[in-house]
């Protein structure tokens, strides 16, 4: 799938769109990387006309096989596995979130859900432009970010002060905004709504902030 060469807005979040779902919260689940994957899937649904929806975490944690559930997973690895084995997902309210592993659970075919076609993973380390671009043509984008400092965020635009130089989290872009001094990135978390800006950040655009252009992937339906 290409990137289509539009010119970018000095402001886009797909929230407006309501085609965002609630920001949830994986307490001491290490399943951030199904939290992001699910986030992309459930938005590139509805902008593609079918009902948002939350859809099952949990499904994604205890059957992704080349995963380690809460104990720490790929994006990438669950993207190649929604992909390749054509999973549907189901709704969250019939396979609950219940922050912890747990046996695969398997649905008839002929169950309900909501697979993808296929997924892009790119390396917009230097061309955030493009980056979003991206996200304006397929929808919340998935990134993988350094967010050790990031438990003491509260609000702002983080600039700097990401210490470890690796990636150990991953998180889901709805948005961008350019309409001020410092763009920046519109980041949903998995940490609560009470963490940060209503459960988002607000990372700066353009400068590679914590890793956030390095590992990034689309979604289509």
Not at 115 to 125: E, L, R, V
């Amino acid at each position: 799938m290409s990137i289509s060469n539009i010119s970018l807005p000095v402001r886009f979040d797909w929230r407006d769109k309501h085609v965002v779902t609630q920001v949830r919260n994986q307490q001491m689940c290490g399943g951030c990387w199904a939290f992001s994957v699910v986030g992309a899937v459930e938005s590139a649904c509805a902008i593609k006309g079918k009902p948002l929806e939350d859809l099952s975490v949990q499904q994604v944690i205890d059957c992704s096989y080349s995963n380690y559930g809460c104990n720490g997973g790929s994006t990438l690895n669950a993207l190649n596995w929604l992909n390749k084995m054509q999973v549907k997902l189901v709704r969250d309210s019939e396979y609950p979130f219940k922050a912890q592993n747990g046996l695969c659970q398997y649905f008839s075919v002929s169950h309900s859900g909501f697979s993808i076609k296929g997924y892009s993973a790119y390396d917009f380390s230097d061309q955030e432009d493009e980056m979003a671009k991206a996200l304006l043509t397929f929808g919340p984008l998935v990134v993988i970010v350094d967010a050790v400092s990031w438990q003491d965020y509260l609000g702002g635009i983080i600039q700097h002060h990401c210490s470890s130089g690796e990636a150990n989290h991953a998180v889901l872009i709805t948005g961008f905004d350019k309409t001020g001094s410092t763009p920046y990135w519109i980041v949903r978390n998995s940490w609560g709504r009470s963490w940060g800006v209503d459960g988002y950040a607000h990372v700066k655009m353009g400068a590679n902030i914590c890793g956030i252009a390095d590992s990034v992937s689309a979604v289509f339906v």
